[in-house]
């Protein structure tokens, strides 16, 4: 925690904001999930103390979804209402999961925005069904993170290729641009990003109306690029030491993403 921390007091030196991810997914008792509780109450009293600025990503899988939806839902609600007590930035994101856990965490959110509006999911562009999620989400005025996806999921629900997923990502990006609440949009793709630079003005947004999104490590040159052209960009930081899943999904969307991977774990820029 503590060198996720100087890693992100690092990043904000040089005009970037942070949301700080303690990994881990999947856990299988109450007494885990509480752990991951903790473990985020902890790091909220962390950020408040240091004054960084960074909010949080969390899966709620972590929480306890997949067993007790109720306990998860406890677990969450304290995690949001001690961000909201003692953060700058109480904004909470809940990570997208596999395929499977996608209709549950949706229902789990949607069961809490009525009362609870600092958090918002990630939602992954390479699903067929991803168009229609965002367009529920721009109902709402929910705040979204639009990712490409690193799950394997069959071509029944995903869709495949470099440049089909390109197309996906940018019919999601627009329509989140057009109505949405301060987008996310995430991704390293420099041919995607020049495109969404050309097309947002278009669209009404000013630089500060949405945001850029990386991946700790990955690609800093086009992080403090973006910055120095006046866009918000924010880097995705994750820690811990529960990283296995989250390296084996980065070298499966792209090899190239393991020397990513490896320098963030090294603490490397």
């Not at 990043?11 to 990994?23: F, P, Q």
């Not at 998860?72 to 596999?98: C, H, S, W, Y």
């Not at 097309?199 to 999104?213: C, H, K, V, Y």
Request: proline fraction near 3%; glycine fraction near 8%.
């Amino acid at each position: 925690m503590e060198k996720a921390l100087a890693a992100v007091r690092r990043l904000n030196g040089e005009g970037l904001s942070c949301t700080l991810d303690m990994l881990g997914e999947d856990v299988g008792d109450r007494d885990a999930a509480r752990r991951v509780r903790d473990g985020y109450l902890e790091l909220i009293d962390r950020i408040a103390a240091s004054g960084v600025n960074a909010n949080l990503s969390l899966k709620v899988s972590a929480l306890g979804l997949t067993f007790d939806r109720a306990e998860a839902q406890a677990n969450f609600e304290g995690i949001l209402t001690a961000a909201q007590a003692k953060l700058a930035d109480p904004f909470v994101r809940i990570d997208m999961e596999g395929y499977a856990l996608l209709e549950p965490t949706l229902a789990f959110f949607e069961a809490l925005w009525p009362a609870h509006r600092t958090t918002g999911p990630v939602l992954q562009a390479y699903l067929h069904r991803t168009p229609a999620d965002v367009a529920r989400m721009v109902e709402l005025g929910v705040r979204v993170r639009l990712c490409k996806g690193a799950y394997h999921e069959s071509r029944d629900v995903a869709v495949r290729g470099h440049a089909a997923v390109q197309s996906h990502f940018m019919a999601c990006a627009v329509q989140l641009l057009r109505g949405g609440i301060y987008p996310a949009i995430a991704t390293h793709d420099a041919a995607v990003i020049g495109a969404i630079r050309e097309i947002a003005p278009t669209l009404g947004r000013s630089n500060d109306d949405f945001e850029f999104q990386l991946l700790y490590g990955v690609r800093p040159d086009l992080q403090r690029e973006l910055v120095q052209a006046g866009y918000r960009v924010r880097v995705y930081v994750p820690f811990g030491t529960h990283w296995a899943r989250y390296l084996r999904r980065r070298m499966l969307e792209r090899r190239e993403n393991l020397m990513f991977a490896l320098r963030s774990f090294a603490g490397g820029k």
